[in-house]
């Protein structure tokens, strides 16, 4: 019975918050009213999920399934917070795959796929503007950090030349930026 409330509740907090910090108040009146923690337990859980890894909302499920009910809590938490997202995520594919084939359809993806491009460089341009020229100076070669330049080309060809994985390529960075000042 704990399973299926467990599941219930931390569905109810999927369809009923934006994710985020939006899903706190909402996962607290939840576990409190079920009596599964204590407020302090709930902050610090929230605490615990805020730093590790993932999803807010999946890391709280998570933890409260498994201290409230085991690995099988955990487990039925968990998949009741990921059902609304499971739930529109194959109703997308099952209506894409309905479609595929569809002009209309095609044309619309195949005018997607340059607007996200498009995206994906204007953060680039953005990101580096700030990271490779000084705030006070203007885009100008007199504010730009050389240093950086030379890290973000080193690591981009080797992590491209030699495989390396997210990790060594953070590695190598930092290494760099310590000998590189």
């Keep these: 019975m704990v399973l299926l409330k467990l599941f219930l509740s931390f569905m109810k907090i999927g369809f009923f918050s934006f994710g985020g910090m939006t899903m706190i108040p909402v996962i607290n009146d939840e576990v409190l009213v079920h009596g599964w923690m204590t407020a302090d337990e709930v902050m610090d859980i929230v605490a615990v999920a805020e730093m ?3 999803s807010l909302g999946i890391n709280c499920a998570t ?11 955990a487990f039925c938490a968990t998949l009741g917070v990921m059902m609304p997202s499971l739930t529109l995520c194959m109703a997308a594919a099952h209506f894409i795959m309905k479609l595929k084939g569809n002009r209309t359809l095609e044309n619309i993806m195949s005018g997607v796929r340059p607007v996200s491009m498009g995206m994906l460089l204007a953060v680039a341009v953005t990101l580096g503007r700030s990271t490779f020229w000084a705030e006070e100076a203007a885009v100008s070669l007199a504010g730009f950090h050389w240093n950086l330049a030379v890290i973000a080309l080193v690591c981009g060809v080797l992590m491209f030349r030699l495989k390396l994985t997210i990790p060594r390529t953070i590695l190598l960075a930092a290494v760099l930026g310590l000998v590189m000042g």
């Design 63 to 73: 933890f409260v399934g498994l201290r409230t009910a085991g690995i099988s809590g």
């Design 52 to 54: 590790t890894p993932g």
